[in-house]
């Protein structure tokens, strides 16, 4: 007969699988190789569990098996100590093969999601804009976890069916946020000498507090690409309203302008494009539809004006991600699949849809 191969497991979570769940992944390899098809052909003599290749707070697993050509001189060798922070200490498997022995070990963090930000920056009481963002942000928060579904679903059909559960992570994020005063702090009136800011250092200050909150709790790619989104559409608000007195409104063309640089911002870091089948077949549009109808009347700051605005560019998101169902996928995850992707809408796009409607339902019954 041939020799049985002692193998080692490694049991990989991808930053937002709990340390429990990846210990019963272990358990069912382990019992696979034991009693299944590989049973008497292969055992394992070494299991790691833990994140050591993780894509930021994405659910799921990978499964890495490794040979051992020399047992004992492998094991030694798996038994090195390293001062690598994610690498646990391994178990050792007895060789009676009882899946009851197998001694797993506990790494505490391992696979958790991290900890909320913590919240910073200028303090003062709650103003009007602050108030006003707390009610938008409740309501983006609360589309997003109702369209959980719709989200995993059309991630499942050309990616890697994790945009509603991170999605919705992200939104319980913010409405704590919410709750506990942070989005007030983010949208402060006063600056940390109690000097009351323009509207444009409040609303920059705020894009970035809520930046940094989506970069920490947003999983997988749309983390990086939402918080840079936000981070340099706070940018360009700030330098547009350098020179606003105290009192005055953001312009509602350089709302519009905001919006593309954001845009652009992600086009420049995922080098995706218009016709890629991405967020940016919706976003893109949005944003120039949006920046057309400020600029038709510039001085125009009414809540009228903004809902107009609002609206164009809701329609042009809604009609940009429905043109995604007819590209083929060129950048994402959904580019691994090639003409699969065809007929299939993008989830980015998608998403970027259903906030535009839900903040133009929001402004319009406020």
């Not at 920056?121 to 997003?144: D, F, H, I, S, T």
């Not at 319980?172 to 007030?184: F, I, M």
């Not at 909150?213 to 981070?231: A, D, K, M, N, V």
Request: glycine share 12%; proline share 6%; aromatic share 6%.
């Amino acid at each position: 007969d041939a020799p049985v191969q002692p193998l080692a497991l490694l049991v990989n979570g991808l930053g937002g699988t709990p340390l429990m769940e990846l210990y019963v992944v272990a358990r069912a390899v382990r019992r696979e190789l034991a009693t299944g098809k590989y049973s008497g052909r292969a055992r394992l003599a070494r299991v790691a569990v833990g994140s050591f290749m993780s894509a930021l707070a994405m659910p799921g697993f990978s499964l890495s098996l490794l040979p051992f050509t020399h047992e004992v001189q492998d094991c030694e060798l798996f038994d090195e100590p390293t001062s690598a922070p994610a690498w646990p200490t391994w178990a050792v498997i007895p060789a009676d093969e009882s899946p009851a022995s197998a001694l797993f070990p506990t790494v505490a963090g391992c696979g958790q999601p991290p900890p909320p930000a913590v919240s910073g920056g200028p303090k003062g009481p709650k103003g009007p804009l602050a108030q006003r963002a707390e009610l938008v942000l409740a309501a983006l928060a609360r589309c997003a976890i109702e369209h959980h579904d719709l989200f995993t679903e059309l991630d499942i059909a050309a990616g890697d069916g994790d945009l509603g559960q991170s999605m919705t992570r992200a939104a319980k994020s913010v409405l704590a946020a919410v709750g506990d005063g942070s989005v007030a702090t983010w949208f402060a009136q006063g600056d940390e000498h109690g000097a009351v800011r323009t509207e444009g250092a409040q609303v920059s200050g705020g894009l970035h507090g809520l930046a940094l909150r989506l970069r920490e709790q947003l999983g997988g790619t749309s983390g990086p690409l939402y918080s840079i989104f936000l981070l340099e559409m706070a940018s360009t608000v700030r330098q547009g309203c350098i020179h606003c007195p105290v009192g005055e409104s953001v312009p509602l063309p350089l709302w519009g302008h905001a919006l593309l640089e954001g845009a652009r911002a992600i086009a420049e870091l995922g080098g995706a494009q218009e016709g890629h089948s991405t967020m940016l077949d919706a976003l893109f549009p949005a944003a120039r539809a949006f920046l057309k109808a400020a600029q038709e009347d510039a001085e125009d700051t009414t809540l009228n004006r903004l809902l107009l605005c609002l609206g164009q560019a809701a329609h042009a998101a809604k009609e940009g991600a429905i043109s995604t169902e007819g590209m083929v996928a060129k950048r994402g995850r959904a580019s691994y699949i090639g003409d699969r992707s065809l007929n299939c809408r993008d989830g980015g796009a998608e998403a970027v849809n259903v906030f535009l409607h839900a903040l133009c339902a929001e402004s319009l019954w406020s």
